[in-house]
């Protein structure tokens, strides 16, 4: 099983992620920020995961802490419910459109963390979260689930819907990257390790 639970207790924020890499895109999201779960959900329902996700975070501050970690707490999952990451695609990519906005998403489950976040934004704010904390929120996920990620809003003009191409083209890369290929029984890596 495929599986993972993670719980991440800070001083700022609660994170309770369970996460099912094999599931049908059944979402269950919670975080204080609607917009928020609104893009949480499209990478379970666009990338096949059953996805539960609880959040309590100090938001009479700002939505800084709550994004941030509810990013490393969904990475953490993506790590451990890949467990040695034997048999795996490794590689997908993304291109969403949606409606003005072309997205692309690029990523590698290498177990090298990087990420690079291109994109033009119109607002500092889209439903109720500062644009600046897209790419640090994709980032953060990269990290902890040890990917390198590429995301590039290619044009747009709406900033709803540049957020919400990138979120679905990152589950559309994520399904293609987590994919077992009957194929491989290895790591796929001519390393022999990731």
Same mark, same amino acid.
């Given at each position: ?46 990338? @096949? ?17 709550? &994004? ?27 291109? &969403? ?19 690079? &976040? ?30 390198? @990620? ?36 290895? &790591? ?7």
């Amino acid at each position: 099983m495929r599986t993972a639970e993670v719980h991440r207790k800070t001083n700022e924020t609660a994170i309770h992620v369970s996460l099912s890499l094999d599931g049908r895109g059944e979402a269950d999201i919670k975080t204080g920020i609607g917009f928020l779960d609104h893009m949480l959900h499209h990478v379970a329902v666009h990338g @096949l995961f059953d996805l539960t996700l609880r959040a309590e975070g100090d938001l009479h501050v700002d939505e800084h802490h709550t &994004v941030e970690d509810c990013a490393l707490a969904l990475g953490s999952a993506f790590d451990r419910a890949l467990g040695d990451r034997k048999g795996i695609v490794r590689m997908g990519s993304a291109w &969403v459109p949606m409606d003005e906005t072309l997205a692309f998403v690029a990523i590698d489950l290498s177990g090298r963390p990087y990420a690079v &976040v291109q994109a033009e934004w119109r607002t500092p704010r889209v439903g109720g979260i500062a644009t600046a904390l897209f790419p640090h929120f994709l980032q953060s996920f990269a990290v902890m689930a040890r990917a390198n @990620l590429h995301a590039r809003v290619l044009y747009g003009a709406d900033d709803h819907h540049q957020a919400e191409a990138i979120f679905k083209a990152l589950g559309r890369a994520l399904d293609a990257a987590t994919t077992l290929d009957p194929r491989r029984g290895d &790591v796929p890596s001519t390393k022999g390790v990731l």
